[in-house]
């Protein structure tokens, strides 16, 4: 099951990244640590009581004349509504109600979606409470009032979004249906490749209707088998500028690749890799999915012996921080090496969920640790008593050890690099997760 959606929506200086950023918590540096992924924060992973949700900040808003500042605000509440499950709409008590908030309540009103609507910056209840109570005039609700700087309020209000959270159900018959999303920057060949994989005769169609969030899922028969393709080219939004269309692309592909087990990041072969593509990339990354890097318009570009080799060593070089996604060389307009794409895919999946017996990963972490040993620190030396997996998809491994400080990012690849020698596990990442047990036991 993927994890909703919220989106938080508001005016300028009502407080809405000072609210992103409480609710993002320590997560914010993590992010800052993917090698290779340099992202202003669109979005983050939240956990709220036993609820785990991503939020996104639809966007910063130019505090020009009002009528700009309306339409900008119209143009997030549409993003919000085409991607989020629900919507955080953000106010400033000191500010009042104002025009423009009224006419955004009334939009996303109508929209049908969930909305919890803040009252942002209250620091006294019994200061601001009779001006709180105005927002009852939005007609969305009743306002909680918050402060986002001071923590205060944020309970309440998350109580509140979390009621709203879709019920796992529906998803059931189609569950063990592996789940593939294409993305990757506009224009880039998306649709093509959805409309050549439905186009071909062995190719059987069938709409998924009622995803929650408004990309068509299709369901598509390869060699007698069944997979769902999230399409995240559907909505082209007329954007005014480029910074606007490269975050709405990031949004939406958020949204998708939550939603599935493995993303198909696709790259022009005539542009051949770009920064923003490495940040398409880095979210399939830092949210452990299965990877396939496919470079479309291959059939277009003039080749000799050596260009897929020059190819493959840029998309390694720009996307260092995976090195194990697989690359296929594709073109979604003739139909080449589609079924090799799909061979991948399968090897992908079956990769995603490869489960490995304990005694088998030991054995392979005894004969690591003594062809190099674990790195020690001021005479103390890092013991590694055992290794077990916890989780598929992507394949989750706990190493206990003596002193979790002493355990190195390097030494952990050092076994990373080990286990995928032994197994391969190509195209998806692997998580590794350290504790510490006493000596004694």
């Known amino acids: 099951m993927s994890k909703p959606v919220v989106a938080i929506v508001g005016r300028p200086n009502v407080g809405k990244s000072t609210l992103f950023n409480v609710l993002a918590g320590d997560k914010i540096s993590i992010v800052k640590d993917t090698p290779g992924v340099t992202r202003d924060r669109i979005y983050a992973d939240v956990s709220w009581l036993d609820n785990d949700f991503t939020i996104i900040d639809t966007g910063g808003i130019e505090p020009d004349s009002g009528d700009v500042i309306l339409s900008q605000m119209r143009e997030q509440a549409q993003i919000a509504i085409d991607t989020a499950d629900v919507i955080i709409f953000i106010t400033d008590v000191h500010q009042g109600l104002v025009d423009s908030d009224a006419k955004v309540a009334d939009m996303l009103r109508r929209s049908g979606k969930p909305v919890v609507l803040a009252v942002n910056k209250v620091d006294s209840i019994q200061k601001y409470m009779m001006d709180v109570y105005e927002f009852y005039n939005l007609g969305i609700g009743e306002p909680f009032a918050i402060s986002a700087a001071n923590r205060q309020g944020l309970g309440d209000m998350l109580d509140?979004?979390?009621?709203?959270?879709?019920?796992?159900?529906?998803?059931?018959?189609?569950?063990?249906?592996?789940?593939?999303?294409?993305?990757?920057?506009?224009n880039v060949g998306k649709s093509s490749l959805i409309n050549k994989l439905l186009g071909e005769d062995r190719v059987i169609v069938?709409?998924?209707?009622?995803?929650?969030?408004?990309?068509?899922?299709?369901?598509?028969?390869?060699?007698?088998?069944?997979?769902?393709?999230?399409?995240t080219a559907g909505l082209r939004r007329k954007a005014k500028v480029k910074e606007e269309i490269e975050r709405f692309s990031v949004i939406r592909t958020v949204t998708a690749v939550e939603r599935a087990d493995v993303v198909v990041v696709m790259i022009d072969a005539s542009e051949g890799v770009t920064e923003q593509d490495a940040k398409i990339a880095g979210i399939a990354h830092e949210k452990g999915k299965g990877v396939i890097i496919a470079v479309n318009?291959?059939?277009?570009?003039?080749?000799?012996?050596?260009?897929?080799y020059k190819h493959?060593?840029?998309?390694?070089?720009?996307?260092?921080?995976?090195?194990?996604?697989?690359?296929?060389?594709?073109?979604?307009?003739?139909?080449?090496?589609?079924?090799?794409?799909?061979?991948?895919?399968?090897?992908?999946?079956?990769?995603?969920?490869?489960?490995?017996?304990?005694?088998?990963?030991?054995?392979?972490?005894?004969?690591?640790?003594?062809?190099?040993?674990?790195?020690?620190?001021?005479?103390?030396?890092?013991?590694?008593f055992y290794m077990t997996?916890?989780?598929?998809?992507?394949?989750?491994?706990?190493?206990?050890?003596?002193?979790?400080?002493?355990?190195?990012?390097?030494?952990?690849?050092?076994?990373?690099?080990?286990?995928?020698?032994?197994?391969?596990?190509?195209?998806?990442?692997?998580?590794?997760?350290?504790?510490?047990?006493?000596?004694?036991?």
């Open 160 to 186: 509140e979004v979390v009621k709203h959270f879709p019920e796992d159900t529906g998803e059931d018959e189609d569950s063990d249906i592996p789940k593939i999303a294409i993305v990757g920057k506009p």
């Open 206 to 231: 069938s709409d998924i209707a009622g995803t929650t969030r408004d990309a068509v899922d299709t369901k598509v028969t390869w060699n007698e088998k069944d997979y769902i393709f999230i399409d």
């Open 297 to 308: 318009k291959w059939d277009a570009i003039e080749k000799n012996d050596k260009t897929i």
């Open 312 to 384: 493959t060593n840029r998309i390694r070089e720009v996307l260092s921080f995976m090195p194990y996604a697989e690359i296929v060389f594709i073109s979604a307009r003739t139909g080449l090496r589609i079924s090799r794409m799909f061979e991948t895919l399968d090897a992908v999946i079956e990769n995603q969920t490869m489960r490995i017996q304990t005694g088998v990963l030991n054995e392979i972490l005894a004969e690591a640790v003594a062809m190099q040993q674990p790195p020690s620190d001021r005479g103390r030396r890092l013991k590694i």
């Open 389 to 441: 997996q916890v989780a598929v998809k992507p394949p989750t491994f706990v190493i206990f050890v003596n002193d979790k400080e002493l355990m190195h990012f390097s030494y952990t690849r050092y076994l990373e690099n080990k286990i995928r020698d032994a197994f391969d596990f190509g195209g998806t990442p692997l998580k590794f997760i350290v504790r510490e047990r006493g000596e004694k036991e």
